[in-house]
């Protein structure tokens, strides 16, 4: 039996497998929206969608080109612009932006590269890869190869970031083995020369693909299943690379982490609530403190001395001379719980909790764990009491860089490492070469951040590499980060001056969900997520103890100063917020702000854009492209035809009669009427007259080789093209 040409794969088949193609594709770009700081996802997906219609119509290649070109830049100016689309602000601003990015590539500086060149390299994927996935699953039917990379992909993504697949791996498990099932299938027809007519009569065979991938789906999904029978990869990797489990090079979903040895590197958002509290202030609460810089990230200089208590908490980080309000409060911790730690405002001096529940305090850094029968477990809440410090400024400022207080006082809190370079030193001898006292040289480098350019950027942070220290870099090449870039440069700056710090962790207040006084309640209540986890500064003055700092951009500091003894109200040194604004919605606002400059700068207009209507518009256009896209597809037969109709009238060359032969040819084998490899030009016409009641096939097909082998020119042109016109208008009904 004489085998099919390969590519006489029905329309509808090829439509099918196409879009299995494209689905799996989109499992690449699902996570993309939770690993990194990429908005308007939705963008991506239409635009990826509009590359694969294109590729499917299988239209001429400069015609693609156009279209998935024009539909990249209609994306971009969407994304970016406020200008018209295509005036001289526009493109002058493309070839600028275009220019930054090539130098940066080249110079491997890769933090420097810009949203728009971002967005733009990630839209050209979509679009060469509406290409790749065509070929793959249409022209070649060979997919098991982009089966496996998606499953690898998302198991990387699994593993090492914050994306967790879970049950969801199901969907690309289901649409790869009915790929596989079909790509077979049609591979099976080919090998034994079977029409693909009788799949399209028998749809029956599609029956046995669709029951073996539900039932495998179930039993895999309903079976019992063995728990890891491999240890955990990450640590390995980690050692081997020198990455600490946190931040390290992998984008890594905000929250509280214990591991704080490599910082650096990208997060994303997390809304998830860690708890609830009750209090009548809003204030940070804190779980832990470290003392050891390593030029990477923070350790402890020796292990915990936990000593335990009863319902209280006798860390106590002040003086006696600081001036205290006596307050109550309640924490609630939400479902599922993972912190295995207290947390607890500053001067907590009474927990609440069940009588079965150790409470193990180290007295020196202020860390307290929770547990029962010598297991560390997760409150589900608690009561607390504590003495809400105001910090004297009037003493404060009567303590000196040079009082550092014992010998340990001085090893624990101004140790550095060696390696940390020089220009460190300069820069903070330089910030506080006007002041005097401590606290003045303390704000002077609290307030420095802010007045010097520095970002808040929770993406595309860099991690220092194997000989670069992590402070240097954010003081001196990146300038971009989130608190925990800002509050260890402090900390080491302050002690290049001999100014014990330490660095601390836990979390802000929260956004305040309900107010006391409007419900009439005694409180407050705060809620706070996995987003509000922070890190921030706290100082050592000898007559007033640990004082909290805040140096991290869009964060103020919620500790209280006492300005009575002297100290004018108006300082600039106070940075208590006149409003109720969250510090998290204060570094979205920041990131607002720039996002909208940056827009100026590029843009003659001065209008702002609704960006509801501007996606409106988007979707609207784009759909508005698609509907004359499928149009154009669904009439491109008749618009053929009328075309080369157009031609045999003017030009009734042979080169035209030739060209409407073979779009005759395609007509009937597009209609079910192929012509066999064996089979001669005559016989075939033999077989469409009779099919079709007619001589025009034999009359065209004899003109045709005339034509073709001794060259004649046809002289009754209006008659050889009224036969084809109504031979096609007999096939197409």
């Not at 208590?309 to 309000?325: A, G, R």
Request: hydrophobic share 40%; with cysteine; aromatic share 14%.
């Amino acid at each position: 039996m004489v085998k099919q040409d390969q590519n006489e794969i029905p329309f509808l088949y090829a439509f099918i497998m196409y879009v299995l193609g494209l689905l799996l594709f989109l499992e690449w770009l699902y996570p993309i929206g939770q690993i990194t700081d990429t908005s308007n996802m939705n963008l991506f997906l239409v635009y990826a969608l509009f590359c694969f219609v294109i590729s499917l119509l299988q239209t001429r290649w400069w015609l693609s080109f156009l279209l998935k070109g024009f539909g990249m830049l209609f994306i971009i100016q969407a994304l970016f612009f406020e200008s018209s689309f295509f005036s001289m602000d526009w493109m002058l601003y493309m070839v600028d932006d275009f220019q930054w990015n090539v130098e940066a590539l080249f110079s491997q500086r890769w933090y420097e590269l810009t949203p728009l060149f971002r967005s733009a390299l990630f839209l050209v994927l979509i679009w060469l890869m509406s290409y790749l996935i065509h070929y793959w699953f249409v022209v070649v039917k060979r997919i098991l190869l982009f089966v496996i990379l998606t499953f690898i992909y998302l198991a990387v993504l699994d593993t090492f970031t914050a994306y967790k697949v879970g049950l969801s791996i199901i969907r690309p498990f289901v649409l790869a083995f009915i790929a596989l099932g079909l790509s077979n299938f049609f591979r099976v027809l080919y090998d034994e020369g079977i029409r693909y007519a009788w799949a399209r009569k028998n749809p029956r065979w599609i029956i046995p693909i669709i029951v073996t991938v539900l039932a495998a789906s179930i039993i895999g999904v309903s079976a019992p299943k063995f728990g890891p029978q491999w240890s955990d990869p990450v640590p390995y990797i980690q050692a081997v690379t020198g990455y600490g489990n946190g931040s390290g090079g992998t984008v890594q979903k905000v929250g509280y982490g214990e591991d704080d040895s490599r910082l650096g590197g990208s997060f994303v958002q997390d809304d998830t609530v860690v708890f609830q509290a009750k209090v009548n202030e809003k204030h940070y609460w804190r779980i832990e403190s470290k003392d050891i810089y390593t030029g990477k990230g923070w350790e402890r200089s020796e292990e915990l001395a936990y000593m335990e208590q009863t319902n209280s908490l006798s860390y106590n980080s002040f003086s006696q001379q600081v001036e205290t309000e006596a307050l109550e409060g309640e924490v609630e911790f939400a479902e599922p719980l993972k912190i295995k730690k207290l947390l607890y405002p500053y001067g907590t001096e009474k927990v609440e909790v069940d009588t079965n529940v150790r409470l193990l305090v180290d007295e020196e850094l202020g860390e307290a764990r929770t547990q029962i029968n010598g297991k560390d477990i997760s409150l589900k809440g608690y009561k607390l009491q504590y003495n809400h410090p105001s910090f004297p400024i009037e003493l404060m400022k009567e303590s000196f860089p040079n009082d550092s207080g014992d010998a340990e006082m001085r090893k624990r809190y101004l140790q550095l490492p060696e390696t940390l370079p020089d220009r460190v030193y300069e820069l903070a001898a330089d910030i506080t070469s006007d002041d005097y006292n401590r606290y003045d040289k303390v704000r002077s480098v609290e307030k420095y951040f802010s007045r010097n350019g520095f970002v808040y950027q929770i993406s595309d942070v860099p991690v220092p590499s194997k000989d670069q220290d992590y402070v240097d870099q954010f003081l001196f090449d990146s300038q971009l980060g989130y608190c925990d870039n800002y509050s260890t440069s402090m900390v080491v700056m302050l002690r290049t001056l001999g100014i014990p710090a330490r660095w601390v962790k836990g979390f802000t207040s929260g956004e305040r969900i309900e107010r006391g006084a409007s419900t009439g309640k005694e409180f407050d209540v705060y809620e706070v997520t996995n987003k509000n986890a922070h890190s921030w500064v706290e100082v050592y003055f000898p007559k007033v103890g640990w004082v909290p700092f805040e140096p991290t951009q869009g964060f103020s500091n919620l500790a209280e100063f006492d300005v009575s003894t002297g100290t004018s109200s108006t300082d600039d040194t106070l940075d208590a917020p006149e409003t109720e604004t969250n510090p998290q919605e204060q570094q979205e606002n920041i990131k607002k702000k720039e996002e909208e400059k940056a827009v100026e700068a590029s843009s003659s207009a001065t209008k702002e854009k609704n960006p509801f209507s501007m996606n409106l518009f988007v979707y609207a256009g784009i759909v508005m492209l698609l509907g004359v896209t499928f149009m154009l597809y669904r009439h491109r037969f008749q618009l053929q035809t009328a075309f080369i109709e157009r031609k045999l009238m003017q030009n009734p060359d042979a080169q035209t009669y030739q060209e409407a032969y073979h779009h005759l040819l395609k007509l009937l084998k597009r209609n079910g009427i192929p012509r066999d490899s064996d089979q001669t030009l005559r016989e075939y016409a033999k077989r469409i007259d009779i099919r079709y009641d007619t001589d025009s096939m034999g009359q065209l097909t004899n003109v045709y080789e005339r034509m073709l082998y001794n060259n004649e020119k046809n002289k009754s042109t209006t008659e050889i093209t009224q036969l084809w016109k109504n031979l096609i208008k007999r096939i197409m009904g």
